[in-house]
């Protein structure tokens, strides 16, 4: 029971995080969150699914949330992008413990790869202008997000052992 309520709160921390940091970044930084060329600065909490299973759903959730929440956003988004959001987490859980000299580069192009396919596409249909350069502007600012702010919030868990201490 005990590890049900451990794994349900991490998750709904997780959403509300991602959430409540996105739009924060849409208010003081209106498009940069939304558009074509997105760096949403909440992707970096991605790499909380090095540490927990409730990273999936949680940024899955937190992903919906702000989807729907937002007046921007279309039905389609509402699906694909959380879609997207759930196969990443999901994939960056599996992968998690292959690293190149201790660092999960695999699952830090997780993200990318499936916002780049599916974001892609779905920005195709949406505003057009070809699946290839819609799919390489969202893996930019996807990958611009991990290999930065990703990087340095997985030091700073790793170095401080805040890990360890928040997801036991």
């Not at 060329?37 to 999936?56: D, G, M, N, V």
Request: hydrophobic fraction near 60%; include cysteine.
């Amino acid at each position: 029971m005990r590890k049900n309520t451990r794994y349900l709160t991490q998750a709904a921390i997780i959403a509300a995080l991602y959430a409540v940091l996105t739009h924060l970044q849409n208010i003081l930084l209106p498009g940069s969150a939304t558009w074509a060329i997105q760096c949403r600065l909440s992707e970096a909490l991605c790499i909380l699914a090095f540490f927990t299973p409730a990273a999936i759903p949680g940024l899955t959730i937190g992903c919906l949330l702000f989807n729907i929440t937002f007046a921007g956003a279309l039905p389609l988004d509402w699906v694909v992008g959380s879609l997207a959001t759930l196969l990443a987490a999901a994939a960056m859980w599996a992968v998690r413990g292959l690293t190149v000299r201790g660092y999960p580069l695999a699952g830090m192009l997780m993200p990318a790869l499936t916002n780049a396919v599916l974001v892609g596409w779905e920005l195709t249909v949406y505003i057009g202008g070809g699946f290839a350069i819609n799919a390489l502007y969202v893996a930019l600012g996807e990958l611009i997000v991990l290999l930065t702010l990703g990087s340095l919030l997985l030091h700073i868990l790793q170095k401080r052992d805040l890990a360890k201490r928040l997801f036991r």
